[in-house]
């Protein structure tokens, strides 16, 4: 039900050899709502997507409508409906848009279902959602075209389709608006909050603040892997340690460009 925890992390912690990537970390993401978690760089974002989504090894708990999922391997939780976006991207180059997204459908086939179209070239959509999710993303005029030759903009959509084809209850998006501008960045948010309200639950990852702001119900703070604040998007972000910890970030960024 709306506002009723969907996904709830407790005590998340990723150690990479020596360094403590995601520090004790406990967060709730809420049914229908979307949840912005937001940090300077190396906060330890993606990190805690790696680790939500089984593609790092962590420990503390995870769990998804009230069952333990943290031990489940990466496919097993997709199977239970979280899906992700990765930053770098995500998408096959060598594949066409239309096949890009049909990669991000659960098929009744299976995965061989889907290489089947794709290898026959009969490509079609088999769920009527994937339609239209295309037709909300304004993707439907770039079904045919490679992924090669699209704008970072686009593939960063082509990604968010991919991952919302499977028909996801929860999708983590990882810097969905890198590489757009300021336009395209404002148009995904309404996109985005209009997937939300056809029912998609959503963690979003981005250093857009106007973005975070504008589409997100609440936010998460991280700073150093550690949870420094958390709750409503404007007032988190006034406070003074979230301020310290951006100010910080760019001291750190001016004082590397000098030397
Ligand atoms: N595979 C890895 N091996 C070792 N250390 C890593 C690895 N991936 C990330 N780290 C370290 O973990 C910390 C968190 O990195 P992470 O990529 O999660 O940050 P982020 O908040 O996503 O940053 P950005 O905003 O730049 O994407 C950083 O100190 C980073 O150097
Ligand atoms: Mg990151």
Known sequence: MNGEPLLT????????????????????????????????NGAGKTTLVDALTGFVRCSG?????????????????????????????????DLTVRENILIGE???????????????????HARPETRALVGTLGLGD????????????QRKLVSVAQALAGGPELVLLDEPAAGLDSTESAWLGERLRAVRDSGVTMLLVDHDMELVVNVCDEIVVLDF???????????????????????GSVTAATEGDAA
């Open 225 to 247: 892997g550690k949870v420094i604040a958390a709750g409503e998007p404007q007032e988190t972000l006034a406070q003074p340690q979230v301020i310290t910890a951006y100010l």
């Open 106 to 124: 659960r098929r009744p086939g299976g995965w061989w279902s889907t290489v089947r179209a794709i290898v026959t070239g009969r490509g079609e």
């Open 142 to 153: 770039l079904l045919g075209v490679q992924a090669s030759e699209l704008s970072s903009g």
């Open 61 to 93: 708990t995870v769990s998804f409508r009230g069952v333990r999922i943290d031990r489940l391997r990466a496919h097993l939780r997709a199977r239970h409906g979280i899906a992700r976006t990765f930053q770098a991207g995500g998408i096959f180059d």
């Open 9 to 40: 992390v407790t005590d998340l912690t990723v150690r990479y050899g020596g360094v403590v990537a995601v520090d004790n970390v406990s967060l709730t993401v809420p049914t229908g709502k979307i949840v912005g978690l937001i940090g300077p």
